[in-house]
């Protein structure tokens, strides 16, 4: 079945303590990204990724890290989380940019909470 | 700058009936526009994808527009069901990047 998986599914933590949330999919799509969603602001784009080893700030990347050494995997660090990053967390993909009119997937989500 | 603008906010339907959501996109240049459903507490799933050149597309009973002169788009829903409870969310893609704008959404319910 093709996906895209996020572990773990809910986080809570404690500030400064860092925490990597995992991303794979088994579309091998070239194209991924990484959102938030907060109530009222609807997603924004932290980062993404349009290959291997080529990644790129989104909206809101202050605080966030990204990897991507495998088509697959796109992981999603924070490295010294604050409370203001508590959040929904999803992951997507998909073969191509989103102007390139491709369908994109995303994950369940993860709900990080930060105190 | 960029804009998505989703109206109503909210909405709260009887099955069986039909409603109509609205986007206005100040994102530029246009690329292409998209509906999801988003149910709760789970990841958004696309329902269209419409290019400037497409000015109507259809899923099943959903039925998205475009006009893309007055940077509008709606999206119909036919012979509503329990099912269709879920925020829509309108999302812009500008042209010459990765730039997806989304807008905030409606949240709609169907209720018997």
């Known amino acids: 079945e093709a996906q895209v998986t996020q572990n773990p599914r809910y986080l809570i933590t404690v500030t400064g303590k860092k925490l990597t949330v995992t991303c794979s999919q088994n579309m091998n799509h070239e194209y991924m990204s990484w959102y938030r969603q907060d109530p009222g602001l609807g997603l924004r784009q932290i980062y993404y990724s349009m290959n291997v080893e080529v990644t790129d700030k989104g909206d809101v990347p202050e605080g966030y890290k990204v990897s991507r050494k495998e088509k697959r995997n796109f992981p999603l660090i924070l490295e010294s989380p604050s409370p203001n990053q508590t959040s929904l967390y999803f992951c997507?993909?998909?073969?191509?940019?989103?102007?390139?009119?491709?369908?994109?997937?995303f994950g369940p989500g993860t709900r990080l909470t930060v105190t | 700058k960029n804009q998505v603008e989703q109206s109503p906010q909210s909405l709260i339907i009887l099955e069986g009936k039909n409603c109509t959501l609205q986007?206005?996109?100040?994102?530029?240049?246009?690329?292409?526009l998209r509906w999801y459903k988003q149910d709760t507490g789970r990841g958004p799933v696309s329902l269209t994808i419409m290019t400037f050149s497409e000015n109507t597309k259809s899923n099943g009973r959903y039925t998205a527009t475009l006009d893309a002169d007055t940077k509008q788009s709606s999206l119909h829903i036919t012979a509503s069901q329990l099912s269709d409870s879920a925020s829509y969310i309108c999302v812009v893609s500008a042209g010459g990047g990765n730039k997806l704008t989304f807008g905030t959404g409606t949240q709609l319910k169907v209720e018997l």
């Open positions: 986007c206005n996109y100040t994102v530029s240049p246009f690329s292409n």
């Open positions: 997507a993909s998909s073969l191509g940019r989103g102007t390139d009119s491709y369908e994109q997937y």
